[in-house]
Structures are given as C-alpha cells and as structure tokens.
C-alpha cells in the first residue's frame, strides 16, 4: 500500500510564505510525475505545479513566479515554497504521485494540507 503524508500548512498573513512537503511510503517500484493541486471552497480542484522524475515543471499561471515545486528522488519527497502568498491562494493543498507499485500505475493523493492567507 502506497501513502502520501503532507505537511506544512497553516495561517500566514498576506505577503507571507509557507513551506509544504509530501512524503510518498510504502510498496513503491517508481514515482513518475508528483505535484500539488488545491481546492477552494466552493471551486473545483485545480492543478498548482507538476514536477516530472527528470525535474520538468509545470506551473499554474496564477503561482508562476511566486511558487517553486522540487522534489527529492532519493527520498520520495516533493515539496512547493510558497512565496508573496495572496488571498486568494487559501484552499486545502493536496499532494499528488503518479506511482507504479508490484501490481499497476495510478495516480495516488495525499489527505490535504489546509492554507490560509488572511490578515
């Protein structure tokens, strides 16, 4: 069984940044793409930044520029600084693997990590 564990969120006031990182665990044969998506209340999920196992990086138009996504092959990590956080980047971040295991590939996503940018 294949695990995704965020942390890192919290209240920050605007201007602020804020670290989150994810740690895939268990039965894993390899990780391709890992990235962040997030999810405001009331809208519909949406990507933030991607990241390939060769370190290829995609971001949404409205974080390029303020947030950088890196990962850490040996160690199944990915992590998104967040800076000149705004408010309109409060949601629940979820961390997302495409993750080949002993028996298929699939796409596997963390619990969420709540951020809040308010004053």
């Known amino acids: 069984q294949v695990q995704l564990v965020e942390s890192g969120g919290g209240l920050v006031q605007p201007g602020g940044s804020l670290r989150l990182s994810c740690a895939a665990s268990?039965?894993?044969?390899?990780?391709?793409?890992m990235g962040w998506y997030r999810q405001a209340p009331g809208k519909q999920r949406e990507l933030v930044a991607i990241?390939?196992?060769?370190?290829?990086?995609t971001y949404a138009d409205s974080v390029a520029g303020r947030f950088s996504i890196s990962r850490d092959n040996a160690k199944n990590t990915v992590a998104l600084q967040m800076n000149s956080l705004k408010p309109e980047d409060t949601a629940v971040y979820y961390c997302?693997?495409?993750?080949?295991?002993?028996?298929?590939?699939?796409?596997?996503w963390g619990q969420g990590t709540q951020v809040t940018v308010s004053s």
């Open positions: 997302y693997a495409v993750i080949r295991d002993p028996s298929q590939r699939r796409p596997y």
């Open positions: 268990g039965s894993i044969v390899t990780i391709y793409t």
């Open positions: 990241i390939t196992s060769g370190g290829t990086t």
